[in-house]
């Protein structure tokens, strides 16, 4: 069981179904130029957290008892999602992260400079709250009342 790696795949499915939302991607790429950072990297920081965020969560449960399978996170709602990224305290987000590939772990420490290094905070905050936008223009797209991962078409 790669814990991480589902994580990753989660964030992705995410964001590409946001992106599918009519305007969102050409709102987000209008920020990145307002805000002037580069699209790409952006994308990849935003990707990052998204899955600390659906991490977190995970380690929770599991801390609770539940044993991890993939579909797990698939019962996720995304309003804890959004809350665990833009509310949790840094450390929280940033603890229990498994040995991570260089890619992972170089993203990973990006969110950790724009994070502690007070120049960067606004860029941070910024981007956090790109995740929590997507997440809640996707619950208001599914027609359930508190919309789950396992709700987001695929």
Do not use: N
Request: net charge negative; aromatic share 6%; hydrophobic share 45%.
């Amino acid at each position: 069981m790669d814990i991480w790696s589902d994580c990753s795949a989660w964030s992705r499915r995410i964001l590409t179904a946001a992106d599918r939302l009519s305007g969102y991607r050409h709102v987000r790429q209008r920020r990145f130029e307002d805000w002037w950072v580069h699209p790409d990297s952006a994308d990849a920081v935003v990707r990052t957290l998204l899955t600390l965020g659906i991490h977190s969560l995970v380690l929770d449960a599991m801390a609770q008892g539940r044993p991890y399978t993939p579909d797990l996170i698939g019962r996720l709602r995304l309003a804890a999602v959004a809350y665990a990224v833009t509310k949790r305290p840094d450390h929280e987000l940033l603890a229990g992260l498994p040995a991570l590939g260089e890619i992972d772990r170089l993203q990973v420490d990006v969110v950790r400079i724009l994070t502690y290094d007070d120049a960067s905070a606004l860029t941070a905050v910024r981007l956090r709250a790109l995740v929590h936008s997507a997440l809640h223009r996707l619950a208001e797209s599914i027609a359930a009342d508190d919309p789950v991962f396992d709700d987001v078409p695929g």
